[in-house]
């Protein structure tokens, strides 16, 4: 079966400060894998999505970056936080192809002080 | 442009009773449509989905949710609220055409359902 990983849980980081949070996934490959931050409040806002090792489409401009350097690992950094940047990160993926749902990991809780 | 919209901020049932939360659509061509449960500070469940075949579809939980093509809607429904299924749910379509290979989702804005004991 496949299983989704996220870390940290929780990060507390000063502005200013960089940025990397890392997620895998087990169990599958060349899975199209996705970045969303969900603050206060529910909406979530797709930030990143890859659909192959280095392919990184941006959906929303910002300080934020997404890398792929292996195939089930997805990276989102930041050289530089924002006060902004506070919110629920979520990593999900799916398998490739036309009518498949998203499988989200657990998150990551990013304040930024 | 797909949307996707949840009219309801909030839902509030008492345990045992049925209950729906609802979802509306806008789509060119067929819609591929997803409801997820979020509980706090966890990530998203996926539930259920229509693709194709049946306009009632079921899922995990005790969930399921109908198809109304006519309305464009795709409504989640139990028959029996269970306290334990306090909760954000979320309604979602599938952005763009089936060649999309990004398999991006568009997501409603969630509805807390909160069933009292």
């Known amino acids: 079966s496949q299983t989704i990983h996220q870390w940290p849980a929780t990060l507390v980081q000063p502005v200013g400060s960089p940025l990397s949070l890392e997620c895998t996934v087990e169990?599958?490959?060349?899975?199209?894998l996705y970045w969303y931050r969900q603050a206060a409040g529910r909406g979530l806002q797709l930030l990143f999505y890859?659909?192959?090792?280095?392919?990184i489409s941006s959906e929303v401009p910002q300080n934020l970056s997404a890398s792929r350097p292996q195939d089930r690992q997805f990276i989102l950094s930041s050289k530089k936080l924002l006060l902004s940047d506070s919110g629920f990160y979520l990593c999900?993926?799916?398998?490739?192809?036309?009518?498949?749902?998203?499988?989200f990991g657990p998150g990551t809780r990013l304040t930024v002080t | 442009a797909q949307s996707v919209a949840q009219p309801e901020d909030q839902v509030k049932v008492a345990e045992g009773n049925p209950l729906t939360v609802k979802c509306t659509y806008s789509?060119?061509?067929?819609?591929?449509l997803f409801w997820y449960v979020q509980y706090p500070n966890r990530g998203l469940q996926f539930l259920l989905k229509?693709?194709?075949?049946?306009?009632l579809v079921k899922g995990s939980y005790g969930f399921e949710a109908e198809f109304n093509k006519s309305q464009t809607s795709f409504h989640l429904k139990k028959p029996s609220a269970l306290v334990s299924d306090s909760a954000l749910y979320f309604c979602?379509?599938?952005?763009?055409?089936?060649?999309?290979?990004?398999?991006?989702?568009?997501f409603g804005q969630g509805t807390e359902l909160s069933v009292k004991p």
């Open positions: 999900a993926w799916r398998k490739a192809g036309g009518r498949y749902e998203q499988y």
């Open positions: 169990g599958t490959s060349n899975p199209n």
């Open positions: 890859s659909v192959g090792i280095g392919q």
């Open positions: 789509v060119s061509g067929n819609p591929y």
């Open positions: 229509y693709i194709t075949g049946d306009n």
């Open positions: 979602a379509v599938r952005d763009g055409p089936i060649y999309n290979q990004g398999g991006k989702l568009i």
